[in-house]
């Protein structure tokens, strides 16, 4: 098993830009979610999936808007990409609603300059 | 909202022991995790604890929870230079699907 995917490593945006971030995982599970890590704050909540076909709002989901359309894959959009949008994005995955492990991706690092 | 608090950094010996530590302010957390992060990687679960639980132990690995004083502790015992990383404290939010994370301690062993 692969384990949970995110593409791309690095990227480096202007602001106004759109992208995806890409995440997968080959584990089966219902639970997907995305985080982001800013120095000093911890992981906050974006977005988060309960299984295909259902998402809904995190700590912090504004600029960004996610779909689950099958149970592999939770791509994040940044609509029109702002400096406070640069972080380091994690998406992790579980078969339990947070309530056992969650296993992360290694984590996209973006820049908006 | 629910709010985790933890010290930035920890500097140890190796081979001495190191105690990580958390508060926290909501009482109803079931859950409670520690996660560790090496420098460019994920986050990956250490242990977790139970809420009716006060100890638990895996390893080198021991968990303190002090549901009075709404503290949780990590105790690393013979750290070694591969402990090196930031370890999160977690809960999750007692009414909703949701992880709380703390800030991260930075943990750094040295000879």
């Known amino acids: 098993n692969a384990g949970v995917t995110q593409t791309p490593k690095f990227q480096v945006l202007k602001t106004g830009q759109s992208m995806t971030l890409q995440c997968a995982q080959d584990?089966?599970?219902?639970?997907m979610s995305w985080y982001r890590q800013d120095p000093g704050m911890g992981l906050r909540l974006i977005h988060y999936?309960?299984?295909?076909?259902?998402?809904d709002q995190g700590e912090v989901p504004n600029g960004y808007n996610v779909s689950r359309s099958t149970t592999e894959d939770f791509p994040l959009r940044l609509l029109s990409a702002a400096p406070s949008q640069t972080s380091v994005y994690f998406c992790?995955?579980?078969?339990?609603?947070?309530?056992?492990?969650?296993?992360f991706g290694p984590g996209t690092r973006l820049t908006v300059t | 909202g629910e709010d985790v608090e933890q010290s930035l950094f920890l500097s140890v010996r190796e081979g001495d022991s190191s105690v990580i530590n958390c508060t926290y302010t909501d009482s109803s957390s079931t859950y409670l995790y520690w996660y560790k992060q090496e420098p460019g990687a994920g986050l990956q679960l250490l242990t977790y604890i139970f809420s009716n639980m006060d100890m638990k132990q895996d390893q080198r690995l021991t968990v303190l929870l002090n549901k009075k004083d709404k503290h949780l502790s990590l105790r690393i015992a013979d750290t070694q230079t591969g402990d090196s990383a930031i370890y999160f404290c977690?809960?999750?939010?007692?009414?909703?699907?949701?992880?709380?994370f703390g800030a991260g301690t930075r943990l750094a062993v040295h000879p």
């Open positions: 992790a995955s579980s078969d339990h609603p947070f309530t056992y492990e969650q296993y």
């Open positions: 584990m089966n599970h219902e639970y």
């Open positions: 977690a809960l999750r939010d007692g009414g909703y699907n949701k992880l709380i």
């Open positions: 999936s309960v299984g295909a076909g259902i998402t």
